[in-house]
């Protein structure tokens, strides 16, 4: 079994910056893909960012791409997104998500471990 455990989110004003990071323990995910998702209020779990094991192939939303960076250091067993230039949009509780058999980043149901979520709210 996997534990994922985010942190980072918090409330922050529209064009401002938040680092969300996400720590594993229990079975090691070094060779595995760590992604992020999100879920607004009334809408479905979509797809934010992902990135290999070896951390050299980012995957991003197209919403995001540019403003959002994924990284890991497998040595910590952390993945981190920094977020710049949010936008209200963005508002959303953040997952973190890994898993041994993902075929597609963007495809949910490809991974196995979820963490519990870190709310992210932008201010307008």
């Known amino acids: 079994q996997v534990q994922l455990v985010e942190s980072g989110g918090g409330l922050v004003q529209a064009g401002g910056s938040l680092r969300l990071s996400c720590t594993a323990s229990?079975?090691?995910?070094?060779?595995?893909?760590m992604g992020w998702f999100r879920q607004a209020p009334g809408k479905e779990r979509e797809f934010v960012a992902a990135i290999s094991w070896r951390g050299s192939n980012g995957q991003y939303q197209h919403s995001v791409k540019g403003r959002f960076t994924i990284s890991r250091e497998n040595g910590k067993n952390t993945v981190y997104l920094q977020m710049d230039s949010l936008k209200p949009e963005d508002t959303a509780v953040y997952y973190c998500?890994?898993?041994?058999?993902?075929?597609?980043?963007?495809?949910?149901?490809?991974?196995?471990?979820w963490g519990q979520g870190t709310q992210v709210t932008v201010s307008s």
């Open positions: 229990g079975r090691t995910t070094t060779y595995y893909p």
């Open positions: 998500t890994t898993g041994s058999k993902v075929y597609n980043y963007t495809r949910g149901n490809d991974y196995e471990y």
